[in-house]
């Protein structure tokens, strides 16, 4: 069988799947660079290749080729211009496996969804799955003009989300909520993301936003220090910043604490199978580990929560890989209320199975996968390396219009294959 990976080459995802599937006996897969498809360039997949699309981040030249060159290194714009980019070429990943005859694994319309917190949320709550309450997506603030309102039949993501910190603060108001999280609606590892909180003559925001001002103009740029806004003037400028490409706002979840940190999960679901799972503590808001989080102690969550409850917790978690069918594993963020008896999902990962060192029954994901790829396929890279590479040839049609309708246009999300998602 012969195996592909779609990454970047020189990025740790590929070279540690790479590494656990030489670990097992089997030849180096080939990996075609996400920067030849993100650039348009030609590219074709071995007849019957089994081909793995690996996280397309992490790289600044494929992130100028999704964006058209709109943001600069460490900088927070462009989101919905990535976004559109990203589907672009999930179009052209679904268009060449279908000409070859490739299988991919990780279906392109859910990761498309995956990334679009609102569609994502939606699809959720439509499933009777634990989230915290959101701001409608066709609400006032996350509306387009009347000029241009969306079609009632639009995919997630056709919408112009956004119009700025007053409406937020009005729509806020209007339901009566004091402590929100607002996240970009395309952004992932808690880029540009705020927790929110507001009382009478006050506002503050912490977040690893870094706000730059240049006279009149104003910069967002990424930050490994998490850092509190207590000027509602620096906030403001913040959410004016970020609402153009999209927001997605939720109620403030209240998180269980353990040792004096609050903490969340991140469940690895891996063939529908809650498995591997990390504990997040942290003094702020920000669990992300690369912000200043620690991995906490599984057993003692597991004492405190109860049996009961942790394995309504792990349930939940395999209910939501359940609405991606098509995708071999999600990362979920879970959060535990305080008392334990309440628990709910705060975001699902197309790939968060990153958890270096994180071992069950010996393996940590990316071994545990290839085992699940050998036990699939039988043997992976009996022939030469070469009879599995992605050629150069060209692929006369294989565009993201094939797969994406109105790609180019403003359609963007889960309508990759077949199927709508409707943002509620």
């Known amino acids: 069988m012969r195996l592909t990976i779609v990454g970047n080459p020189d990025n740790r995802r590929v070279t540690l799947f790479s590494a656990a599937v030489v670990a097992a006996g089997s030849l180096a897969p080939e990996v075609l660079p996400w920067r030849v498809v993100a650039a348009g360039e030609p590219f074709a997949f071995a007849s019957g290749a089994l081909v793995r699309i690996e996280s397309p981040g992490e790289d600044a030249e494929v992130r100028r080729l999704f964006t058209g060159g709109v943001a600069g290194h460490g900088e927070i714009v462009g989101g919905r211009a990535w976004y559109l980019g990203l589907c672009r070429a999930l179009g052209r990943l679904r268009a060449a496996a279908d000409l070859a005859g490739a299988t991919l694994l ?202 009961d409850a942790y394995a309504a917790a792990m349930a939940t978690c395999a209910r939501v890989a359940a609405q991606f069918p098509g995708s071999p594993h999600v990362g979920v963020d879970l959060m535990f209320a305080p008392g334990w008896t309440r628990h709910a999902v705060a975001e699902v990962n197309a790939f968060g199975d990153l958890l270096p060192g994180l071992l069950v029954d010996g393996r940590d994901p990316y071994e545990t996968q290839v085992a699940a790829l050998r036990t699939r396929a039988g043997r992976l890279g009996t022939e030469s390396v070469a009879s599995g590479a992605p050629t150069s040839a060209g692929t006369p049609g294989v565009e993201a219009a094939a797969l994406l309708p109105g790609a180019g246009t403003d359609a963007t999300s889960a309508d990759v294959s077949s199927g709508r998602e409707s943002i509620r």
């Open 106 to 307: 990780g279906d392109p319309a859910e990761i498309a969804v995956l990334f679009d917190k609102a569609a994502c949320h939606a699809r959720l709550t439509a499933a009777g799955i634990p989230v915290p309450p959101a701001l409608p997506t066709t609400g006032r603030v996350l509306a387009r003009p009347a000029a241009s309102a969306p079609r009632r039949d639009a995919r997630p993501g056709t919408a112009t989300p956004g119009s700025g910190w007053e409406e937020l603060r009005d729509a806020l108001d209007a339901v009566g909520w004091s402590r929100v999280f607002v996240k970009p609606r395309h952004g992932s590892s808690a880029s540009g993301v705020l927790a929110l909180r507001r009382a009478p003559g006050r506002t503050w925001a912490t977040t690893s936003v870094e706000l730059v001002r240049d006279g009149d103009r104003v910069r967002l740029f990424n930050s490994l220090r998490v850092r509190t806004y207590r000027d509602e003037r620096d906030v403001a400028a913040i959410v004016d910043h970020l609402a153009p490409d999209g927001l997605h706002v939720e109620r403030w979840f209240p998180k269980a604490g353990l040792d004096g940190r609050t903490i969340d999960l991140r469940v690895l679901v891996l063939a529908g199978r809650p498995g591997h799972v990390v504990v997040r503590a942290s003094h702020s808001p920000m669990t992300n580990l690369h912000l200043g989080g620690t991995r906490g102690d599984l057993d003692a969550l597991r004492r405190a929560a109860g049996p």
